[in-house]
């Protein structure tokens, strides 16, 4: 018997929520009714698009008027939580909190005892010891020193000599404010002006634009030690986290880069997000090489350059190191009518072959990361963040009941597969990576009538080679979480000092912001280890060293990491 269609006297909201095409049981009508429901989830995503659109043109109409548009104010949940589509609720399984004790943590700097009055006690008390109190506090008093320096002139050697300041106190400030500006600026998040105000009150006087120069000029020695924690790092594990951002330098749009694993996190900025800006950011920066080997043409087959071209690039000579000059005449010369993208994809090739053949710097094995265009190929495997799959799902928004319940009972199916898969890293097996496969191709092939739903899972169901390379390497992680957190503490940085105005300061943050991130992963305090560095002191190894050092003792058996 067929189901009957609910009547048309209700709201063709109640109509979405009782229609259900599983009860009815004629093939023909059930099937037509799919089709109008997911015509009206299309439709609703466009009505929202186009709401989207126009609310864009109006506010650009606004500007142009010299008017405000409409402010971007996030929506809030019941809880009033921003809305966003995390996934920790549903990935993350609930632990027992236990209050650890900090005591221990906590550096002694003086010993008092405090004495009961003796008037006040009874005649037959007894001493009992002592009982025990930590009061943490903080003093803030100036140091100004007037050094006087001696001076002596020779007539026989017409020179006079003068005694040095001690180390660490060139310039007008010694290293305790320089130590405190540098550590609030990077490590406390606070503006340029906030910080004179602060020294202001404590009774420093410093110019703005010598403040400025302290926090971006003359730290060739940090920059230094940045590039010895990335070579470092690079070569503690065979596979890396990677997401980019979005950086303004001097008004101009730029990409801010993350490269980071357990140990360490470097930023380096570049003007573009391309693969070639990629692939030069994995040298540090050092300037692209091209070389056409076997690599490079194989590496042309996946980006479907004409044969032609092909053909024509095999003429060319092989197996030598090129500068992108150099490179560029070749191209120039010999294949002369290349189209833009087709030039792009020769390039690309190129450097990626010569990346994997230098020696100079360490070659990263594997990358963690998005599926941005840009990250493919660079690396002999990519391994895909399910976190960020799944965000793909959340963002789906059903207005139709089946296809609200379908998307609920896919997305605890889906995280319920994230867990298996965070069980078999902790005892992988031949026969549990076969079910895993089994249960994936399950997972995302199953069809659930919900259109948007099924073409999403298909795209998924494409990935399975980067989803699934942790059953052949259960070291690896399965998000991208820690670089994505990397992130968005540099975009925490650009809100609240807004952006850098030369490739000077932005260095400078590149560099400081790396250091800061780092002597975290390490457990070493910022604040000391700049203290440290500017005063010459060496009580703290290099932070490459200490990098070395863990990921010797602990090769990629990073159980601390939080999946």
Same mark, same amino acid.
């Given at each position: 018997?067929?189901?009957?269609?609910?009547?048309?006297?209700?709201?063709?909201?109640?109509?979405?929520?009782?229609?259900?095409?599983?009860?009815?049981?004629?093939?023909?009508?059930?099937?037509?009714?799919?089709?109008?429901?997911?015509?009206?989830?299309?439709?609703?995503?466009?009505?929202?698009?186009?709401?989207?659109?126009?609310?864009?043109?109006?506010?650009?109409?606004?500007?142009?008027?010299?008017?405000?548009?409409?402010?971007?104010?996030?929506?809030?949940?019941?809880?009033?939580?921003?809305?966003?589509?995390?996934?920790?609720?549903?990935?993350?399984?609930?632990?027992?909190?236990?209050?650890?004790?900090?005591?221990?943590?906590?550096?002694?700097?003086?010993?008092?005892?405090?004495?009961?009055?003796?008037?006040?006690?009874?005649?037959?008390?007894?001493?009992?010891?002592?009982?025990?109190?930590?009061?943490?506090?903080?003093?803030?008093?100036?140091?100004?020193?007037?050094?006087?320096?001696?001076?002596?002139?020779?007539?026989?050697?017409?020179?006079?000599?003068?005694?040095?300041?001690?180390?660490?106190?060139?310039?007008?400030?010694?290293?305790?404010?320089?130590?405190?500006?540098?550590?609030?600026?990077?490590?406390?998040?606070?503006?340029?002006?906030?910080?004179?105000?602060?020294?202001?009150?404590?009774?420093?006087?410093?110019?703005?634009?010598?403040?400025?120069?302290?926090?971006?000029?003359?730290?060739?020695?940090?920059?230094?030690?940045?590039?010895?924690?990335?070579?470092?790092?690079?070569?503690?594990?065979?596979?890396?986290?990677?997401?980019?951002?979005?950086?303004?330098?001097?008004?101009?749009?730029?990409?801010?880069?993350?490269?980071?694993?357990?140990?360490?996190?470097?930023?380096?900025?570049?003007?573009?997000?391309?693969?070639?800006?990629?692939?030069?950011?994995?040298?540090?920066?050092?300037?692209?090489?091209?070389?056409?080997?076997?690599?490079?043409?194989?590496?042309?087959?996946?980006?479907?350059?004409?044969?032609?071209?092909?053909?024509?690039?095999?003429?060319?000579?092989?197996?030598?190191?090129?500068?992108?000059?150099? +490179?560029?005449? @070749?191209? !120039? /010369?010999?294949?002369?009518?290349?189209?833009?993208?087709? %030039?792009? $994809?020769?390039?690309? *090739?190129?450097?990626?072959?010569?990346?994997?053949?230098?020696?100079?710097?360490?070659?990263?094995?594997?990358?963690?990361?998005?599926?941005?265009?840009?990250?493919?190929?660079?690396?002999?495997?990519?391994?895909?963040?399910?976190?960020?799959?799944?965000?793909?799902?959340?963002?789906?928004?059903?207005?139709?009941?089946?296809?609200?319940?379908?998307?609920?009972?896919?997305?605890?199916?889906?995280?319920?597969?994230?867990?298996?898969?965070?069980?078999?890293?902790?005892?992988?097996?031949?026969?549990?990576?076969?079910?895993?496969?089994?249960? +994936?191709?399950? @997972?995302? !092939? /199953?069809?659930?009538?919900?259109?948007?739903?099924?073409? %999403?899972? $298909?795209?998924?169901? *494409?990935?399975?080679?980067?989803?699934?390379?942790?059953?052949?390497?259960?070291?690896?992680?399965?998000?991208?979480?820690?670089?994505?957190?990397?992130?968005?503490?540099?975009?925490?940085?650009?809100?609240?000092?807004?952006?850098?105005?030369?490739?000077?300061?932005?260095?400078?943050?590149?560099?400081?912001?790396?250091?800061?991130?780092?002597?975290?992963?390490?457990?070493?305090?910022?604040?000391?280890?700049?203290?440290?560095?500017?005063?010459?002191?060496?009580?703290?190894?290099?932070?490459?060293?200490?990098?070395?050092?863990?990921?010797?003792?602990?090769?990629?058996?990073?159980?601390?990491?939080?999946?």
């Amino acid at each position: 018997m067929t189901q009957k269609l609910p009547s048309s006297d209700k709201s063709e909201s109640d109509l979405l929520q009782a229609i259900d095409p599983s009860g009815i049981a004629d093939e023909s009508m059930r099937r037509t009714v799919e089709i109008l429901l997911n015509l009206v989830e299309e439709l609703n995503s466009r009505i929202k698009g186009l709401e989207s659109e126009n609310q864009q043109l109006r506010d650009e109409n606004n500007r142009l008027k010299g008017e405000q548009g409409k402010p971007d104010i996030k929506s809030k949940n019941k809880k009033g939580l921003t809305n966003n589509h995390s996934s920790e609720k549903e990935r993350l399984t609930p632990k027992k909190h236990s209050k650890s004790g900090k005591n221990q943590s906590i550096k002694i700097d003086r010993d008092e005892i405090l004495e009961y009055p003796q008037e006040l006690l009874p005649a037959d008390t007894q001493f009992k010891g002592y009982e025990f109190v930590i009061v943490q506090d903080i003093r803030l008093t100036t140091d100004n020193v007037l050094f006087r320096k001696q001076k002596y002139y020779s007539p026989s050697k017409g020179k006079t000599y003068i005694a040095e300041l001690p180390r660490s106190y060139e310039g007008e400030f010694g290293p305790g404010i320089k130590t405190l500006v540098i550590s609030l600026y990077y490590g406390g998040n606070m503006t340029q002006g906030k910080l004179l105000e602060f020294l202001e009150d404590i009774g420093i006087s410093m110019s703005a634009g010598y403040l400025s120069n302290l926090l971006i000029k003359n730290h060739e020695n940090f920059e230094t030690e940045k590039s010895e924690v990335y070579f470092s790092g690079l070569t503690s594990s065979p596979w890396q986290h990677f997401d980019q951002t979005g950086a303004r330098v001097g008004g101009v749009n730029y990409t801010t880069n993350v490269v980071c694993n357990p140990l360490y996190t470097v930023y380096f900025t570049t003007p573009k997000k391309d693969r070639l800006s990629v692939l030069q950011g994995l040298q540090n920066g050092q300037e692209l090489e091209f070389i056409l080997n076997s690599l490079t043409f194989s590496l042309l087959e996946n980006f479907q350059l004409p044969q032609k071209c092909k053909n024509a690039l095999k003429l060319l000579p092989t197996e030598t190191v090129l500068s992108e000059v150099q +490179f560029n005449t @070749l191209l !120039d /010369t010999y294949l002369p009518k290349l189209g833009s993208q087709q %030039r792009s $994809r020769i390039m690309e *090739a190129a450097a990626i072959a010569f990346y994997h053949q230098q020696t100079d710097w360490p070659v990263v094995e594997t990358l963690v990361c998005d599926d941005a265009p840009q990250f493919k190929l660079l690396t002999d495997d990519l391994a895909l963040c399910w976190v960020h799959e799944g965000r793909h799902y959340k963002k789906l928004s059903p207005v139709v009941a089946c296809h609200q319940q379908a998307l609920n009972k896919f997305l605890d199916d889906f995280w319920d597969y994230y867990r298996d898969l965070l069980a078999y890293k902790d005892s992988p097996s031949q026969p549990g990576a076969e079910k895993l496969r089994s249960e +994936f191709d399950k @997972l995302f !092939d /199953t069809e659930s009538g919900y259109q948007q739903l099924d073409e %999403r899972k $298909r795209l998924t169901a *494409a990935k399975i080679k980067e989803l699934l390379l942790v059953l052949e390497h259960p070291e690896l992680p399965l998000h991208n979480n820690p670089a994505e957190l990397a992130a968005r503490t540099m975009v925490q940085r650009r809100n609240i000092s807004y952006a850098t105005q030369t490739p000077e300061g932005t260095k400078a943050w590149d560099t400081f912001m790396s250091l800061v991130a780092t002597t975290r992963k390490l457990g070493i305090s910022f604040f000391e280890y700049v203290r440290d560095r500017i005063s010459r002191i060496g009580n703290i190894p290099s932070l490459g060293t200490i990098i070395r050092e863990k990921s010797s003792s602990n090769p990629f058996g990073w159980s601390w990491m939080p999946e």
